[in-house]
């Protein structure tokens, strides 16, 4: 099953490798939480290896007002309420990108084993030997299933020093709330299919087309 690929991922990443979470909580060594339930997830494998799962990320998309977004239940006095109407993020307008974790295998190569996934702007350009495919690709990968599904837009928790580092490849969040402590300094960010589609820098634009191409594929598989 494909979730429990992407929970394999996160508790070697959110246990094991950060600390995060408790990993006595996760005697199965898969991490997962009651979001997943209707979330979407995004894997990306290893070319030269089919079974190696190398990054994850998910889209947590509720159905009705019963299920709250991740930012919502624990991050809500974090957003500002003149900057987004707070009952957008109830009515399905928004979903949610959380989770995103890449092995550390595959990040230690910057020096950044302490985070869970690179996108280091000082090498963050197409062409460069040390651009974050594997970080990028599963935004790609979100943005192109919610252009296909017609969502609004996507929030997500991060770093302001991330924000800074996707706006240099055109992919800019706007922020609409302040920083707090949330498994680091983080703040809330949204991202718009319009805001997206204008900005973003046209090299990145080629991976997207791809990434696009390769989500639609898979989910014709299925």
């Not at 490798?17 to 979001?35: N, Q, R, V």
């Not at 062409?127 to 790609?140: D, K, T």
């Amino acid at each position: 099953m494909l979730c429990a690929l992407a929970y394999q991922v996160r508790y070697q990443v959110y246990c094991k490798e950060l600390e995060f979470e408790d990993e006595s909580a996760f005697p199965d060594k898969l991490e997962s939480d009651g979001f997943d339930a209707f979330s979407d997830h995004f894997l990306i494998f290893h070319r030269g290896d089919p079974d190696e799962v190398v990054g994850t990320v998910r889209l947590v998309r509720p159905q009705h007002r019963g299920q709250k977004l991740p930012v919502v239940v624990h991050c809500l006095d974090a957003i500002d309420s003149d900057k987004i109407d707070l009952d957008h993020l109830y009515d399905g307008r928004y979903g949610e990108l959380s989770r995103l974790a890449v092995k550390g295998e595959y990040r230690r190569r910057l020096g950044e084993s302490k985070v869970p996934f690179v996108v280091n702007g000082s090498r963050a350009h197409l062409g460069f030997p040390g651009f974050p495919y594997i970080a990028v690709g599963l935004y790609m990968a979100v943005a192109a299933w919610c252009h296909s599904r017609g969502m609004h837009a996507v929030i997500v928790m991060m770093e302001p020093r991330l924000a800074r580092h996707l706006a240099r490849l055109g992919i800019l969040f706007e922020p609409v709330g302040r920083e707090i402590v949330y498994h680091g300094r983080r703040a809330p960010y949204t991202i718009n299919q319009d805001v997206f589609f204008r900005h973003i820098k046209p090299p990145l634009r080629e991976l997207y087309d791809y990434v696009a191409a390769e989500v639609g594929d898979c989910y014709q598989d299925l």
